[in-house]
């Protein structure tokens, strides 16, 4: 059973800086991709980036593009995110999340993937 563990969350001020872990508890690990999402209370969950597993390729939303930085690290089946800029709008719960398939190009829907972190939250004040 793929469990993932997210961590990195936090309280901070706008214009500071986190940056989430997510790691799996399989003793090996092969994904199709890796992705993070956020989600606010009444709102749907909504794409922040995601990396192809097993080769190069990353993509990030819209909202957060320039920001954000999604990367792996898979000796350690780990995957990051690094939040730059924070803006108070960045306020949600970010979920980390594994796809078995492809395509590459669905991975912008929550839908597509099939394993849930807990989500870590992350505050950003004025």
């Known amino acids: 059973q793929v469990q993932l563990v997210e961590s990195g969350g936090g309280v901070v001020q706008a214009g500071d800086s986190l940056r989430l872990s997510c790691s799996t508890s399989e003793r090996t690990f092969s994904a199709y991709a890796m992705g993070w999402f956020r989600q606010v209370p009444g709102k749907e969950r909504e794409f922040v980036a995601a990396?192809?597993?097993?080769?190069?390729?990353?993509k990030t939303g819209e909202s957060v593009k320039g920001r954000f930085t999604i990367s792996k690290d898979q000796a350690k089946n780990s995957v990051y995110l690094q939040m730059n800029n924070l803006r108070p709008e960045d306020t949600a719960v970010y979920y980390c999340?594994?796809?078995?398939?492809?395509?590459?190009?669905?991975?912008?829907?929550?839908?597509?993937?099939?394993?849930w972190g807990q989500g870590t939250q992350v505050t950003v004040s004025l």
């Open positions: 999340a594994e796809a078995t398939r492809g395509p590459w190009n669905a991975h912008l829907s929550a839908f597509e993937y099939n394993y």
């Open positions: 990396v192809r597993w097993g080769r190069v390729g990353s």
